[in-house]
Nanobody
Framework: VQLQASGGGLVQAGGSLRLSCVLS????????MSWFRQAPGQDREFVAA????????TYANSVKGRFAISRDNAKNTVYLQMNSLKIEDTAVYYC??????????????????WGQGTLVTVSS
């Protein structure tokens, strides 16, 4: 299984971006999926997760109400819609696949596959 994240870029504060993560070498429907991020000089942190069916999602408090995670199992793709972006959202964003299809927690050891990351830079 491989994950390929894309969609990052430079955006002004208050703007929007949509990240995508394509899974290859397997079926996306077998996995719960999540997004994490790592800001410069900081530890990687949980952003959002979604169960295999898309019927349950969880979010970090810092992004709740601004970000939305979704998935299209037919396209083997998970998305992160980011609205009302803030400077503090600047980070490398990683998608990850959990071994359990219903896992939506923030514990990194529960995610067996990781994408390479896509950089999101929010400017003032």
């Amino acid at each position: 299984v491989q994950l390929q994240a894309s969609g990052g870029g430079l955006v002004q504060a208050g703007g929007s971006l949509r990240l995508s993560c394509v899974l290859s070498g397997g079926a996306l429907s077998s996995y719960a999926m999540s997004w994490f991020r790592q800001a410069p000089g900081q530890d990687r942190e949980f952003v959002a997760a979604i169960v295999w069916s898309g019927t349950k999602t969880t979010y970090a408090n810092s992004v709740k109400g601004r970000f939305a995670i979704s998935r299209d199992n037919a396209k083997n793709t998970v998305y992160l819609q980011m609205n009302s972006l803030k400077i503090e959202d600047t980070a490398v964003y990683y998608c990850a696949a959990a071994g359990h299809p219903y896992y939506t927690g923030s514990s990194e050891p529960n995610y067996g596959y990781w994408g390479q990351g896509t950089l999101v830079t929010v400017s003032s």
